[in-house]
Structure formats: structure tokens, C-alpha cells
């Protein structure tokens, strides 16, 4: 008995500290609390956002994990951005290890698209998944989507309307 004691640290039945709720085992020194609270990392879920044309938009990818070396990726309609093919009105931003933030300045229509979200570390992986819908403030109706068919009620040629088809183009 009393090498238990040397060698583990914690003490059986106690409440609070490192090893809360979880039994000391002498093998391990009694400090091995964080192993059994660390697992693979958890994103909260990124939310659906719609941004007019020139307006600034923020998606915070933040992540719960109890061990570190998180690594952020962000994908644009299942494509990396990286910095060689990052649009200049785009930044990506690692913030105290555990969020990410993707910031695009004067939104265009080609923003447009399903955003992802990737972390890992050693222990696994998630992913989140949002979708950017930005409007043309020129355009008549914002939430309504610009068709091409029957969308001639006028002699004028609605703005959008070939952007529009990009768009649905680019999220199938």
C-alpha cells in the first residue's frame, strides 16, 4: 500500500482538481486527467448568411478541444482556398489556437457558395458546413431568386441574372 501512494499522486475519492470524477491510477502517476477529457476535436455549427454586395462578412469556425495543435482549413464549394487561390478581398485568420475566422471584404456575387470549415489534430477531424448567399442591392427582389424563365416582364435586362446561374451552378 504504501507504494500506491509514492508513485500516484491523486488521491482516491477525492473531489475537484485535475482528475474529477475519475478514479487515480497509480500507473499513470495520478496526473493523466487531460488523455481522458481530449478526444477529437468539436466544431459548433457554422450558420447559413446572406450578405449584400459590398458588404463585409465574418464565418467563425471555433473548435472545442482539450489538446492542442489544431489545424484550420476552409473549403469554398469543396475546394481549398489557399493562398494561391484565395480572392484578394478574402482573409483567413487564426485566433488563440482554438478559432478560425474567414473575413471577406466587399462581398461579390462571386462569394457566393457552400463554405467548409475543416480541423484536425492528432486525436481526429470535423467539418461544419455553411452556405453564403449574397444579393445584389440593384436587383428588384433580395430574397426572391432571379430565374431565367419568364423573367422578361420588362425591356430592360435584369442585372444579376447570368451571376445568378453561376451561383446555382456552383452549389450543385
Keep these: 500500500m504504501a507504494e500506491k501512494k509514492r508513485e500516484g499522486k491523486g488521491r482516491?475519492?477525492?473531489?475537484?482538481g485535475r482528475g474529477a470524477g475519475r478514479k487515480a491510477d497509480p500507473q499513470e502517476g495520478g496526473a493523466a486527467a487531460e488523455p481522458v477529457a481530449a478526444g477529437p476535436p468539436k466544431l459548433k455549427e457554422l450558420k447559413n448568411q446572406e450578405s449584400a454586395v459590398g458588404q463585409k462578412l465574418v464565418l467563425r469556425c471555433?473548435?472545442?478541444?482539450e489538446y492542442p495543435a489544431l489545424r484550420f482549413k476552409w473549403l469554398k464549394n469543396g475546394?481549398?482556398?489557399t493562398k494561391k487561390n484565395?480572392?484578394?478581398?478574402?482573409?483567413?485568420s487564426k485566433k488563440q489556437k482554438k478559432?478560425?475566422?474567414?473575413h471577406i471584404s466587399k462581398a461579390s456575387l462571386a462569394d457566393a457558395g457552400e463554405y467548409t470549415c475543416k480541423v484536425?489534430?492528432?486525436l481526429?477531424?470535423?467539418s461544419t458546413k455553411a452556405s453564403?448567399?449574397?444579393t445584389d442591392t440593384n436587383e428588384h427582389s433580395s430574397k426572391t431568386p432571379v430565374s431565367t424563365e419568364g423573367a422578361k416582364t420588362s425591356s430592360q435586362p435584369v442585372f444579376g441574372i447570368q451571376a445568378s446561374t453561376e451561383r446555382t451552378n456552383a452549389s450543385s
Excluded: C, F, M, R
Excluded at 478559432?99 to 474567414?102: A, G, R
Design 120 to 122: 484536425s489534430n492528432k
Design 132 to 134: 453564403i448567399t449574397i
Design 99 to 102: 478559432y478560425s475566422e474567414l
Design 86 to 92: 484565395k480572392p484578394g478581398n478574402v482573409k483567413i
Design 12 to 16: 482516491k475519492g477525492k473531489k475537484g
Design 124 to 126: 481526429g477531424n470535423d
Design 79 to 81: 475546394k481549398e482556398i
Design 62 to 65: 471555433e473548435a472545442s478541444s
